[in-house]
Structure formats: structure tokens, C-alpha cells
């Protein structure tokens, strides 16, 4: 049998519903991440506006990193939390084509933001005289403008054409968020074309800026190996450890679930992966900013003295 597109008018979420009596367990954990998602990426925001020392390129394309697992943090996680502690699970036709579109828009803000960190980085490594002409205000928010936009036209057509298909009987989504493989997997018919757009999606929004990221640290590394003194080449490779940690983590887990071919893993494995940069990067990425990086750590211990001072 199938239903309509025009009659699916909701969904339902199995998220974790294969591992019944741990759903509190679950809603606590989640809970305390994405308070500390919050609380950490609101401190990034907070010090690199407030500090003087941070007022450079590198820590406003953090700043705006910050922003963006903000947003799409909580575009997903609040609903999960939801899910967690009701039986019912829907979630609307609207809802879900709005929650995948804002999913999929940050995320390729993200690719590309982090594509212009790289940037940044290479022009303060290898063209250190020229940095602060190149890299100038006006510069530094076309990137940022750029990266927020750049992915709205090609996802935006993306979450219409998945949601412009026909739905089989089933309305069970198995994944804790509507994403376009778990949603797929219900669509009746041909989806041939959704693939197709999925795959020029992922060249375009993925695998262009990873490339832009490679080619910016393959010059990176070619000029430090050049600095003669260990010291230096330790001092210059500090400043782009973190970024590289940040983009190995989310192209990781991103490219088993969107790049490899579904036959060689399950919707339960892009589950359970998709939770590595929906929820443990947005986590970790203002630890590993924050613990690696002494500007970061000095302009904290500002804040905190600050807010325990004014108590």
C-alpha cells in the first residue's frame, strides 16, 4: 500500500526507541551535553567580543563557528530531548522538511567557514607580511556572509525534492532527526534523481571546501617544514592544530554517512555516527580551542574573574 505524499502529514522519530528503559539515562546525558554546548560556545562568543588580544581574523571565524553549532544544535537536540521522554515521537511534515533544511544549511556553513579558517591560517603562515592587508574586515565578513549563503539555494532545493516525494506506508523515520538517508529510505519509487542531487550536493557543499582545506595545509606544511628553528615550526603548527583537529572530527564521521556507498553500512550506523557532529563536536570544539590555545585560556580566566568579582 501506499500513502500519499499529500496525506503524510507527519512523522515519527524511533531515535533510541531500540534500547527501551534507558530513555532517562539517555535525556540526562543529552541534556548535560547540550547545556555544556551552549554554555561552551556562549564563552567563545563571549571572550572573543570582549578581549581586545582576540580581536583578529582567526578568532572572529571562530566566533562565527560558535554561532553556527549553536544553531543547528539546537535545531535538533531540543526535539530529541523531546523524544526522549514521550511515547508519541511526531514530528510534523512541516516541521521535518524545516528541521532538515536548517540541518543541511548550517552544515554547509560550516564546511565552508571552516574552508575560510584554512584560509585564514595559510595567509598568516605563508604570507605573514601580507596578513593583515589581505585579510582585512571587509574580507573576513565576505567569507563569513559568503559561507552562511552559500549552501541555501542547493539545500533548500534538496529538502524540496525530498519532500516533494511519495512516502510508502510506513512514516517511521529511523534516525533521531530528519535526515535525507533515513527519509529516503521510506520514499516509494525511483529516487535515482534524489541521489544524483545528493551527489553534486556533497561535491559542491563537502567535497570542494575539504579540498580548499587540504590545499591550504599541504602549503602550510610545506612553509613550516621551512622554518629552521624547532621552536618556530612548534609555534606555527600551534596555531592550526586546533583547526585541524576540529575539521578531521567533522569530515570523519560526515563522510561515512553521506560519501560511502549504503550498501557497506546500516541507517543504525549513520545514527549512531551522525551523533559525533550533531552532538560530541559542537561539544568538544570549544575544549579543544579553549585547552590548546593560551589566548583563549587567558582571556577565560578574564571572564570567570570578572563574573566571580562581580558576585
Not at 110 to 117: P, V
Not at 244 to 273: A, R
Not at 279 to 291: D, R
Amino acid at each position: 500500500m501506499r500513502v500519499n505524499k499529500s496525506t503524510t502529514n507527519s512523522f515519527r522519530l524511533l531515535g533510541f526507541s531500540n534500547f527501551p528503559g534507558l530513555e532517562g539515562l539517555f535525556f540526562t546525558a543529552f541534556f548535560t551535553i547540550y547545556l555544556l554546548i551552549l554554555i561552551g560556545n556562549a564563552l567563545i562568543i563571549i571572550v572573543t567580543l570582549a578581549e581586545q588580544t582576540l580581536q583578529n581574523p582567526m578568532y572572529f571565524f571562530l566566533r562565527n563557528l560558535s554561532c553556527l553549532e549553536i544553531c543547528y544544535t539546537s535545531t535538533i537536540i531540543p526535539k530529541m530531548l523531546e523524544d526522549l521522554l514521550s511515547e508519541d515521537r511526531t514530528i510534523s511534515f512541516v516541521s521535518c522538511a524545516f528541521q532538515m533544511s536548517v540541518f543541511l544549511i548550517t552544515g554547509a556553513a560550516e564546511c565552508f567557514l571552516l574552508a575560510a579558517m584554512a584560509y585564514d591560517r595559510y595567509v598568516a603562515i605563508c604570507h605573514p607580511l601580507s596578513y593583515a592587508f589581505i585579510m582585512n574586515i571587509r574580507v573576513c565578513y565576505g567569507l563569513v556572509v559568503a559561507s552562511w549563503l552559500a549552501g541555501i539555494p542547493v539545500q533548500l532545493a534538496q529538502t524540496f525534492l525530498v519532500f516533494s516525494s511519495c512516502f510508502c506506508n510506513s512514516n517511521e523515520i529511523n534516525h533521531f532527526f530528519c535526515d535525507i538517508p533515513a527519509l529516503l529510505s521510506l520514499v516509494c519509487g525511483d529516487i535515482s534523481i534524489n541521489e544524483q542531487v545528493a551527489q553534486l550536493e556533497v561535491v559542491l557543499l563537502a567535497v570542494i571546501p575539504f579540498a580548499m582545506i587540504l590545499m591550504s595545509y599541504i602549503c602550510i606544511a610545506t612553509t613550516i617544514l621551512k622554518i629552521p628553528s624547532v621552536e618556530g615550526r612548534h609555534k606555527a603548527f600551534s596555531t592550526c592544530s586546533s583547526h585541524l583537529m576540529v575539521v578531521l572530527g567533522f569530515y570523519g564521521s560526515g563522510i561515512i554517512v553521506y560519501v560511502t556507498p549504503k550498501s557497506s553500512h546500516s541507517l543504525d550506523t549513520d545514527k549512531y555516527l551522525s551523533l559525533f557532529y550533531t552532538v560530541l563536536s559542537p561539544l568538544l570544539n570549544p575544549l579543544i580551542y579553549s585547552l590548546r590555545n593560551r589566548e583563549v585560556q587567558i582571556a577565560l580566566g578574564k571572564v570567570f574573574f570578572f563574573l566571580f568579582a562581580h558576585m
